[in-house]
T-cell receptor
Framework: DGGITQSPKYLFRKEGQNVTLSCEQN?????MYWYRQDPGQGLRLIYY???????QKGDIAEGYSVSREKKESFPLTVTSAQKNPTAFYLC?????????FGQGTRLTVV | EDQVTQSPEALRLQEGESSSLNCSYT??????LFWYRQDPGKGPEFLFT???AGEEKEKERLKATLTKKESFLHITAPKPEDSATYLC????????????FGPGTRLSVLP
């Protein structure tokens, strides 16, 4: 089936630890996005990539890093510099105007 | 600044009680307006794209409409399975601008 796969579904991070969230798509979409969702707030853009080997910071990029070495993959690393990382993280991809989303990763700091 | 607001924040309906959700937007130019449905703990599911004022789209009990300043998602005779958070997003002009999402409306349909 075509779609966007995020893993893991749940992730726990200790203080001072870096963690990486996976996002893979087989829709042949050029653009990929990472959003953060907190209760009562709209989706906020962390990073986006319009093409392989190129990516741009979104509105809340501090404490996060990404790579785009393959068209299908856009992993997000939450670094220890991100002071409040507990949130629901959503990956999306788009080819024309419409964005399609994965099922999300819930990250919790323990 | 491009902005999207949604109202109400939460809505509780009885099964069969029709209503509408509002999405108001402020953009310099509109490439498209999008409606998504999001179930708890899941990613948003695409519902509709609207491109220009006067356009309407329908899917089962849902109908989306668009004016120059707002969009409505009309829900006719809702069922409990329609309970979800409904997100509105816009993609502004010029080309290359990213999505701007509203905070969503949390809909509960009681049997």
């Amino acid at each position: 089936d075509g779609g966007i796969t995020q893993s893991p579904k749940y992730l726990f991070r200790k203080e001072g630890q870096n963690v990486t969230l996976s996002c893979e798509q087989n829709l042949n979409h050029d653009a990929m996005y990472w959003y953060r969702q907190d209760p009562g707030q709209g989706l906020r853009l962390i990073y986006y990539s319009q093409i392989v080997n190129d990516f741009q910071k979104g509105d809340i990029a501090e404490g996060y890093s990404v790579s785009r070495e393959k068209k299908e993959s856009f992993p997000l690393t939450v670094t220890s510099a991100q002071k409040n990382p507990t949130a629901f993280y959503l990956c999306a991809s788009s080819r024309l105007l419409v964005a399609f989303f994965g099922q999300g990763t819930r990250l919790t700091v323990v | 600044e491009d902005q999207v607001t949604q109202s109400p924040e939460a809505l509780r309906l009885q099964e069969g009680e029709s209503s509408s959700l509002n999405c108001s937007y402020t953009v310099s130019g509109l490439r498209g307006l999008f409606w998504y449905r999001q179930d708890p703990g899941k990613g948003p599911e695409f519902l509709f794209t609207l491109y220009s004022a006067g356009e309407e789209k329908e899917k089962e009990r849902l109908k989306a409409t668009l004016t120059k300043k707002e969009s409505f998602l009309h829900i006719t005779a809702p069922k409990p399975e329609d309970s979800a958070t409904y997100l509105c997003a816009v993609r502004p002009l010029p080309y290359g601008q990213n999505f701007v999402f509203g905070p969503g409306t949390r809909l509960s349909v009681l049997p």
